[in-house]
């Protein structure tokens, strides 16, 4: 991008601005005034000696503040929702957000504000959205809320319970939803996250017959933009649902091999695009043993790793795993059990046993009469883990704790997500979710 020498005159709402073409030039191409750039981004004057745009003055003041210094600062009498409608207007939303948060960082969160939800019930699961906002499923119905924080119309399946809930885009949110007998119910559908209006559902078809089918965990691969998720229909339909996110038209089914029972039931679904593997996990309650298997979904659909407690001693340490994750950097899954001890299984051994690591064990001892069990996160080589009513966070080749997060209202945490340079984090008992943001560094 050119140094731009050139003052630039606007008149905004009828106030006049002065300012530079560099400074304009900060807001970007996909801003306005992008467009009065050409492409080698050289300013473009037009026949006045100024430019004309009939919108908020005081707004702009704050915004042009914005572009010249990459600070925000908000006067007390312009209400932030309508800096936010004018940031729209000029494509400076991301830049509102880059000043309001910083980079995503689990060892420098802050709480930043807590949400009481409106659904009554304990909440299903959070979903963090692309863009900064979120929705969060409780029972039949899922409540989605934008980067501001304001709750759009909510999704209501007329009494079908939410298993999960995943972004498409930020316009965009897919729904599994367990089938209801006798009407054929249930499944899976894409919904618009602004209005709620259900754009198409996903179709699970076996021997060329439409089947009805509760669907069950998601997952998405940004590459290609396959949906991933497990079904459970009534014959023939048990297993790994494909489907192509764009179209919603089913392009594959991993159906379960015999004597295995829970590809259906799948707990928690992981897309691992360097190896072109799904892992897919099950655990108690859900089935009485833990299951985690590596898919693979070229040309010879194969199971290619596979392991299960069936059979393990019991011991303290390594009884009932209730959540995973893959980590392709390592080849490794990381598991943690109720205790929150994590341990450790090698990819690369197709005879893996759990590592646990025991400096890693955070609680001892018995655990609360309406515990919520732990859920494990990997983002940006961080590891979080959430216990009751905290987050841990470990770094390092070893996993060291770093960290914790924690909040004394809501009760446990019974699922967290992160995305947007965001978490969020939802409690159980009070139905409210929490916010954490990375503050932003400071401007020399």
């Given amino acids: 991008m050119g140094i731009q020498r050139d003052r630039v005159r606007l008149n905004i709402g009828g106030r ?28 473009q004057f037009n026949n006045s000696d100024q430019y004309f745009i009939d919108r908020n003055p005081d707004c702009f003041a704050v915004l042009l503040d914005l572009l010249r210094t990459g600070e925000l600062h908000i006067p007390a009498n312009i209400p932030e929702k309508l800096l936010y409608r004018e940031a729209l207007f000029y494509g400076l939303l991301d830049h509102i957000r880059s000043a309001k948060w910083g980079q995503f960082d689990g060892n420098r969160l802050r709480h930043s504000k807590s949400v009481m939800g409106r659904a009554p019930g304990d909440g299903t699961a959070i979903r963090a959205g692309p863009d900064g906002g979120c929705c969060v499923a409780h029972g039949s119905m899922v409540h989605v809320y934008d980067w501001m924080l304001e709750e759009h119309p909510p999704i209501h399946l007329d009494y079908q319970r939410v298993n999960d809930v995943g972004w498409v885009d930020p316009g965009n949110i897919v729904i ?19 209005t709620g209006e259900l754009r198409w559902k996903f179709q699970v078809t076996h021997e060329n017959q439409v089947k009805s089918y509760t669907g069950g965990a998601l997952s998405f691969s940004s590459e290609d933009y396959r ?53 897919v996990a099950t655990w108690f309650p859900r089935k009485d043993n833990c299951y ?6 070229r040309d010879k659909k194969s199971v290619v790793w596979s392991w299960s407690d069936m059979g393990a001693p019991v011991t303290a340490d390594g009884r009932r795993v209730r959540d995973a994750i893959a980590m392709e950097e390592n080849s490794s899954i990381c598991v943690v059990n109720e205790y929150e001890g ?54 390092g080749p070893d996993w060291v704790l770093t960290s914790r997060l924690r909040r004394n209202y809501g009760g446990s945490i019974c699922d967290f997500s992160i995305g947007g340079d965001r978490l969020f984090a ?18 020399l």
């Fill in 176 to 194: 599994s939803a367990c089938e209801r007998l006798g009407r054929g119910d249930g499944g899976m559908g894409l919904f618009n996250s602004s």
């Fill in 227 to 279: 949906l991933f998720a497990s079904c459970k229909g009534r014959s023939n339909e048990y297993g790994i649902g494909v489907w192509d996110q764009i179209t919603g038209k089913q392009i594959d089914f991993f159906y379960e091999p015999s004597g295995w029972s829970h590809l259906g039931d799948a707990d928690k679904l992981q897309w691992l695009q360097g190896t072109n593997c799904l892992m």
């Fill in 342 to 395: 994590l341990g450790f299984m090698d990819l690369r051994s197709r005879a893996a046993s759990v590592r646990w690591s025991s400096r890693s064990r955070l609680m001892e001892g018995k655990m609360p009469d309406e515990a919520c069990y732990p859920k494990l996160a990997l983002h940006d080589g961080q590891l979080f883990s959430s216990m009751n009513d905290s987050i841990s966070v470990f770094c």
């Fill in 292 to 297: 985690i298997s590596m898919l693979d979904f």
């Fill in 16 to 43: 006049i601005f002065e300012t530079t073409a560099t400074t304009l030039a900060n807001a970007g191409r996909n801003s306005v005034f992008g467009a009065m750039f050409d492409d080698s981004w050289n300013f």
């Fill in 426 to 443: 939802l409690h159980s008992e009070e139905n409210v979710f929490d916010i954490w943001e990375t503050p932003s560094p400071p401007i």
